[in-house]
């Protein structure tokens, strides 16, 4: 069952990346601020989001790497335009459509049909909070 289910998720291109509330984040002259210490999804090794909206061009995920950095990326992949998804185990970012594309964490193409690399964003910590160059 689990196997039909990743199929129809792959065709109607659904992440498992959970979408952050909107009032944890905002977005001013192209920075990011995420209020980290209440965001439970990266307060583990391994854990992502994303964001969108609220004057963002692109969906933004972040994700918390299991040697403990924070990283940030354009969430649309260059072959169909479809989020990315956070893949822990295997260090990489995924596509979420049926061809599954795949990013290493530069945001570089390891494979699948991307046209291209996927934009990556400088982040530091400042007090308490994530910035996000974007």
Same mark, same amino acid.
């Given at each position: 069952?689990a ?10 291109g659904?992440c ?8 944890l984040?905002?977005? !001013?002259?192209?920075?990011?601020r995420?209020?980290l210490?209440q965001?439970? !999804?990266?307060s583990v ?6 964001m969108?909206?609220?004057? #963002? @061009?692109?969906?933004v #995920?972040i994700i918390?790497? !299991? @040697? @403990? ?10 072959h ?8 822990p185990? !295997?260090?990489?970012?995924?596509c ?16 699948g ?7 990556k ?7 308490g909070?994530l910035?996000?160059r974007?």
């Amino acid at each position: 069952m689990a196997g039909i289910m990743g199929i129809f998720k792959a065709l109607l291109g659904k992440c498992e990346t959970k979408e952050l509330d909107p009032g944890l984040w905002s977005l !001013e002259n192209g920075t990011l601020r995420v209020k980290l210490g209440q965001v439970s !999804e990266l307060s583990v090794k391994g854990g992502a989001v994303y964001m969108r909206g609220k004057g #963002l @061009d692109v969906p933004v #995920l972040i994700i918390r790497t !299991e @040697d @403990d950095r924070y990283m940030a990326f354009a969430s649309k992949c260059t072959h169909g335009g479809r989020k990315i998804d956070h893949v822990p185990a !295997e260090s990489k970012l995924r596509c979420c459509s049926l061809g599954h594309s795949t990013y290493d964490y530069d945001g570089n193409v390891i494979k699948g049909m991307a046209k291209g690399p996927i934009a990556k964003y400088a982040t530091e910590i400042s007090g308490g909070d994530l910035i996000i160059r974007l």
